[in-house]
């Protein structure tokens, strides 16, 4: 006998997206989990558009969903702070990138002189 507790707890298929609020975001590209760097931002990227996917369907329903003015609980973490965690993700990818173009720069040069050397040793 089998028994299925996913069934039991999931939530039953007719229930109206507000009562759940999930949203499925396809990850585009497969991320390798050992790097923090690309797992992080994948992280991010798919919160991001997820929150935008939410957005829309929250506007489209004419549902209120932002924080009142006059609310002021005390966030976890600031907007300030999570902007320089974007920041510092965003100059690490582009750090990355910059140090993957030059090593491909440096096998490019180094390939030219063993073809080069090939070249003269061909001719002498």
């Known amino acids: 006998m089998h028994c299925y507790k ?19 975001v396809d990850q585009e590209q497969e991320v390798d989990v050992n790097d923090d760097l690309a797992r992080e931002l994948a992280f ?5 558009e997820g929150t935008r996917h939410a957005f829309e369907k929250l506007q489209s329903m004419g549902l209120p969903f932002l924080r009142p003015a006059d609310y002021y609980a005390e966030m976890v973490k600031t907007d300030g702070h999570m902007e320089k965690v974007k920041g510092r993700l965003l100059a690490e990818k582009r750090k990355m990138e910059e140090a993957d173009e030059r090593r491909k720069a440096r096998e490019a ?14 001719k002498g």
């Open 6 to 24: 996913l069934g039991d707890i999931s939530w039953p298929e007719n229930v109206e997206w507000i009562h759940r609020l999930g949203i499925d």
């Open 44 to 48: 991010y990227t798919q919160a991001l």
């Open 109 to 122: 040069k180094k390939l030219a002189k063993e073809i080069q050397a090939q070249k003269f040793e061909r």
